[in-house]
């Protein structure tokens, strides 16, 4: 079984990085840089895989805001803790916005509608959006690289297949988990500011 799921992300790996990069992302990207180092994927495909998940992403959260303002589920999405944070984080200060709102764990669905809401132009979006996403997918991609190191150190040289799998679902666990608890901490603060 391990074979086959082994097989799976071989063949299929840098679009399941690709289209976890387009959801919330640093798992997929860490991911992909463990592979990498693994030999299961190139080093420059596993991070231009990652920047392109990241890139569309952010860009959909953009046009969600810019194009479709008034439609109810981005109505309702604009109700999210952090919203009006985000929103007057852009306005303020719109081009440090758009290259760190990425980095700051739980914003960025808010944080890309609020963009789109805020008057900044496509062109400027998508140059500030591809910058952000570059970095971001080189500094995670190498944080999945060192780990790769690290455990081939722990594990020893001879990682069969279905040891680096594991490994790798190991990581990604601990990076959800973690993931999980800051968004709750940090929505939960949010609400907290909003009530008072």
Known sequence: ???????????????AVFAGCVAEGESAAILGGFFAHQHVFVTWQAW????F???VGDTFFFVLGYSFADHPRVVRL?????????YQLVRSHPNLFVL?????????LVG????????????RFAALNAI???????????????????AER?????LVHHERLLIALGIGAVIALAAFLVAHHVAGRERKREES
């Open 48 to 51: 231009l895989a990652a920047f």
């Open 100 to 108: 760190s709102n990425r980095y700051i764990y739980g914003m960025r």
């Open 112 to 123: 890309g509608i609020a963009s789109g809401l805020s008057g900044i132009s496509v062109i």
């Open 132 to 150: 952000s996403s570059a970095i971001w997918a080189a500094l995670f991609t190498a944080i999945g690289y060192v780990f790769g190191l690290g």
């Open 1 to 15: 079984m391990t074979g086959f799921i082994h097989h799976l992300v071989e063949q299929y790996g840098l679009v």
């Open 78 to 86: 604009r109700r999210r803790p952090g919203f009006n944070h985000a």
């Open 53 to 55: 998940g990241a890139f």
């Open 154 to 158: 722990f594990v020893g040289r001879a």
